[in-house]
């Protein structure tokens, strides 16, 4: 079974740009998750996807921050302007729906340097 | 509420055992425990449910007290590929994200 893809793998851009990343869940994960891994720290939760909708994005910085799972399968996370304090490795993780306790398998992340 | 792990790093000699606990000030549904490599992503080791349950993973088990609202990993007889950094993760309902501890950086020597 193939695992959750992330692409690119590693982004450097300066600050102020725009960037995008791109993540496909496991065949059949309704919910879809963007993490943000700072260098030493745990993964914190961006946005909770179920299927389409946004099931809870408390925690996105939504003036730089947005992102979309239009058909319910792939998701874009997108930043614009980008910040220094934006370095950080960006995971995507998927899981079976929600309202039991699942697993959330995690992607290779996308690791974005900004400077 | 970030669950607090304890302790921030340990250092052990092949063969050695380890524990690393994660603890919460709010009352939990599920913890869930982590490990992931330098530069790759969290591999899921196991789940624990409210109720007090202890599940195990070859060497490789976890406790969780409701009371303290406290889960301990139990890793024992390390092997090098125990290597890592382990992550708690908790959840305090039912289809909830995750939210993660810093983290115990765990080295396993020859």
């Known amino acids: 079974e193939a695992g959750v893809a992330q692409s690119p793998r590693y982004k450097i851009i300066e600050k102020r740009q725009s960037v995008a990343f791109w993540c496909n869940p496991i065949?059949?994960?309704?919910?879809l998750y963007w993490y943000q891994q700072i260098l030493g720290q745990g993964p914190k939760l961006l946005i909770q996807f179920q299927n389409n909708g946004v099931v809870d994005d408390s925690q996105l910085p939504k003036d730089r921050f947005s992102a979309e799972r239009l058909k319910g399968v792939d998701s874009t996370l997108k930043i614009q302007p980008a910040k220094l304090e934006d370095s950080a490795v960006y995971l995507c993780?998927?899981?079976?729906?929600?309202?039991?306790?699942?697993?959330?398998?995690f992607g290779p992340g996308t690791r974005l340097t900004v400077l | 509420q970030q669950p607090v792990q304890s302790p921030q790093a340990v250092i052990l000699r092949e063969g050695e055992d380890a524990v690393i606990n994660c603890s919460s000030s709010k009352a939990l549904y599920s913890v869930h425990w982590y490990r992931q490599k330098h530069g790759e992503a969290p591999v899921f080791l196991m789940i624990l449910l409210k109720g007090g349950e202890q599940k195990g993973h070859d060497k490789i088990s976890a406790s969780f007290n409701e009371k303290k609202q406290q889960s301990s990993l139990y890793l024992t007889a390390s092997q090098l590929s125990y290597s890592g950094t382990y992550f708690c993760g908790t959840t305090l309902n039912s289809g909830y994200a995750l939210n993660f501890g810093k983290g115990t950086s765990l080295l396993v020597t020859p």
């Open positions: 993780a998927s899981s079976l729906p929600g309202g039991q306790v699942v697993t959330q398998y």
């Open positions: 065949s059949g994960h309704a919910t």
